[in-house]
Nanobody, 123 residues
Framework: QVQLVESGGGLVQAGDSLRLSCAASALTFSTYTMGWFRQAPGKEREFVAAVNWSGGTTYYANSVKGRFAISRDNAKNTVYLQMNSLKPEDTAVYYC????????????????WGQGTQVTVSS
């Protein structure tokens, strides 16, 4: 059974940094596009970032471009999200997801999802 387990969330102040990790199991990790999404209370889940199978191509939502960086380590079956210059509006539950599509940025394109990790940014 495929499992995606996120870690690294927490409570930080505006301007701080956090690094999220997502460890995958029972998945041919290196063949999947990996993505990060987030969902704030009362809002729909939104795309944050994605990285292709090799790590050579990345995509970002405009709201995080220049502040967040996605990367992956195929040897460790792990994807990361480095979040810098955090803002209160980044507060959300962050989800890791895996897609069999090469250019996945929409929720329906993702086959597997983690349970999420809470990120709270205070002002």
């Amino acid at each position: 059974q495929v499992q995606l387990v996120e870690s690294g969330g927490g409570l930080v102040q505006a301007g701080d940094s956090l690094r999220l990790s997502c460890a995958a199991s029972a998945l041919t990790f290196s063949t999947y596009t990996m993505g990060w999404f987030r969902q704030a209370p009362g809002k729909e889940r939104e795309f944050v970032a994605a990285v292709n199978w090799s790590g050579g191509t990345t995509y970002y939502a405009n709201s995080v471009k220049g502040r967040f960086a996605i990367s992956r380590d195929n040897a460790k079956n792990t994807v990361y999200l480095q979040m810098n210059s955090l803002k209160p509006e980044d507060t959300a539950v962050y989800y890791c997801a895996a897609s069999g599509r090469s250019l996945a940025r929409l929720t329906y394109e993702y086959n597997y999802w983690g349970q999420g990790t809470q990120v709270t940014v205070s002002s």
